[in-house]
């Protein structure tokens, strides 16, 4: 039981390209997120997906994609890299959408640069 | 606006005793949740303890604790007994339907 799973660790992008965060868990959780946390703040959800077939925006989409492409694995796509979305993007899941009071499990993170 | 805000960047404490980390938050929904996750420097989010809204006693796990005051729209964090491995940045969250914001963090660290 892995629990959440990303991949890669670490990237390094140059301004202008484009690459794929992937995330998997294996919970049989409904819910997924995408947040990313710069330094010496918290996390800011970027997009969520309720449930398989949904996918919806969070508190700073914009320059990301994603695609929830089964129940277990939810990607992130930027499309056209900017220094500013140098970042660590978690990805996270839970039992449901909608419900407060689940928890969500967090996975080690990708640590990404852009030049 | 922010939703989450925690006013202590750092904190120190003595190993063995106990610490308290502050957190209050804004909402006008009823149905809510407050979450506490710590974060090592190793960098992943580990879980510690969460409150309902809806929930009239305090929320504990262990060594942790959560103070609840609903009026005062707080949800601070007990330590007791610190121990060394408890030094890492700690964020508190809400969580209102699919929307989960997290606070700036404190930065715990346990002297011996």
């Known amino acids: 039981n892995a629990g959440v799973t990303q991949?890669?660790?670490?990237?390094?992008?140059?301004?202008?390209?484009?690459?794929?965060?992937?995330?998997?868990?294996?919970m049989n959780h409904n819910s997924m997120y995408w947040y990313r946390q710069d330094p010496g703040m918290g996390l800011r959800l970027i997009y969520y997906s309720a449930s398989e077939g949904t996918t919806d925006k969070g508190e700073v989409p914009n320059g990301y994609n994603v695609s929830r492409?089964?129940?277990?694995?939810?990607?992130?796509?930027?499309?056209?890299a900017a220094p500013s979305q140098t970042s660590v993007y978690f990805c996270a899941s839970s039992e449901a959408g909608g419900r407060y009071y689940n928890e969500q499990f967090f996975g080690p993170g990708t640590r990404l640069t852009v030049l | 606006a922010q939703k989450i805000t925690q006013t202590q960047p750092g904190m120190?404490?003595?190993?063995?005793?106990a610490v308290t980390l502050d957190c209050t938050y804004d909402t006008s929904?009823?149905?809510?949740?407050?979450?506490?996750?710590?974060?090592?420097?190793?960098?992943?989010?580990?879980?510690?303890?969460?409150?309902?809204?809806?929930?009239?006693?305090?929320?504990?796990?262990?060594?942790?604790?959560?103070?609840?005051?609903?009026?005062?729209?707080?949800?601070?964090?007990?330590?007791?007994?610190s121990q060394l491995g408890d030094s890492a940045m700690y964020f508190c969250a809400m969580r209102e339907y699919n929307d989960m914001r997290f606070g700036a963090g404190t930065r715990l660290t346990v002297k011996p």
């Open chain 1, 7 to 26: 991949t890669p660790k670490f990237q390094v992008l140059k301004t202008g390209q484009s690459m794929t965060l992937q995330c998997a868990q294996d």
């Open chain 1, 69 to 80: 492409l089964n129940k277990r694995e939810f990607s992130l796509r930027l499309e056209s």
């Open chain 2, 12 to 17: 120190f404490v003595q190993e063995k005793e």
């Open chain 2, 29 to 81: 929904d009823q149905s809510y949740g407050l979450f506490w996750y710590k974060q090592p420097s190793s960098g992943e989010m580990i879980f510690l303890i969460y409150q309902g809204s809806y929930d009239e006693q305090n929320a504990t796990e262990g060594r942790y604790s959560l103070n609840f005051q609903k009026a005062r729209k707080s949800a601070n964090l007990v330590i007791s007994a």
